[in-house]
């Protein structure tokens, strides 16, 4: 593989380390909010190589002025569905740390060894 190819396609590559570093984080600490922080740099992740995709090299706004054309344009559809899964991020991470909330009212930790030790 040449290195043109990955200096090209850094993005991809940096999404892949995001994505990685979440999950890292989500599978190695015992704090469910780092956890939920590591699930969030995982959707960042898929946001950073979904929108990349639609990248278009010297392409322009999907908008037709009149007769002015431009080669070719950038695709929007990625970006729409981006803002969708912001919004359903955001809502997992709402609800993720309202139980996080409830988890330590009633186990007084947030350390899930500590709270599988008081389970049995």
């Given amino acids: 593989m040449e290195l043109s190819a990955i200096v090209n ?3 991809y590559l940096f999404a892949l380390t995001l994505f990685l570093i979440g999950s890292y984080t989500m ?3 015992p704090n469910l909010i780092k ?3 590591g699930l969030n740099i995982m959707e960042t992740s898929v946001f950073l190589l ?3 995709t639609g990248y278009v090299e010297g392409g322009g706004a999907p908008i037709i002025h009149g007769e002015a054309a431009v ?3 950038v695709n929007p559809v990625p970006h729409a569905l981006i803002l969708t899964g912001i919004v359903i991020a955001i ?3 709402a609800l993720a740390l309202s139980l996080i909330i409830k988890i330590y009212e009633y186990y007084g930790t ?3 060894d500590e709270i599988s030790r008081l389970r049995r």
């Fill in 9 to 11: 396609n850094y993005h």
């Fill in 27 to 29: 599978l190695t600490h």
């Fill in 35 to 37: 956890k939920i922080i």
């Fill in 50 to 52: 979904f929108v990349s």
């Fill in 71 to 73: 080669g070719a344009y």
């Fill in 91 to 93: 809502s997992i991470t």
């Fill in 110 to 112: 947030l350390d899930t």
